[in-house]
């Protein structure tokens, strides 16, 4: 079992950066990959970014190729997605995923959630 909680959400003008934690609980969570999502109000669920276990390779969404990182301390047991450069249609709520099989942007194929954390861009 691995258990994720977020952090690092907030308010934020446009242009300016945010950097959101994922811990996750458990020994094993080294060999897990592991993605972060958003849902803004009134759209479904879409793909951010994801990582390797080991970090050696991610994948990014369109929308925030460029602008978006992702990267994981496994020493800490934290994922991390820091966001520059960010705009208004980048206001969510962000979720880490995590799987232990599965390194891709399918929501459906990652087994344990954490509860989210609301990023609000200003124009």
């Known amino acids: 079992q691995v258990q994720l909680v977020e952090s690092g959400g907030g308010l934020v003008q446009a242009g300016g950066s945010l950097r959101l934690s994922c811990v996750a609980s458990g020994r094993t969570f080294s060999s897990y990959a592991a993605g972060w999502f958003r849902q803004a109000p009134g759209k479904e669920r879409e793909f951010v970014a994801t990582?390797?276990?080991?970090?050696?390779?991610?994948y990014y969404a369109d929308s925030v190729k460029g602008r978006f990182t992702i990267s994981r301390d496994n020493a800490k047991n934290t994922v991390y997605l820091q966001m520059n450069s960010l705009k208004p249609e980048d206001t969510a709520v962000y979720s880490c995923a995590a799987d232990r099989t599965y390194y891709g942007g399918s929501e459906k194929s990652y087994g344990y959630w954490g509860q989210g954390t609301q990023v609000t861009v200003s124009s």
């Open positions: 990582i390797t276990w080991s970090g050696s390779s991610t």
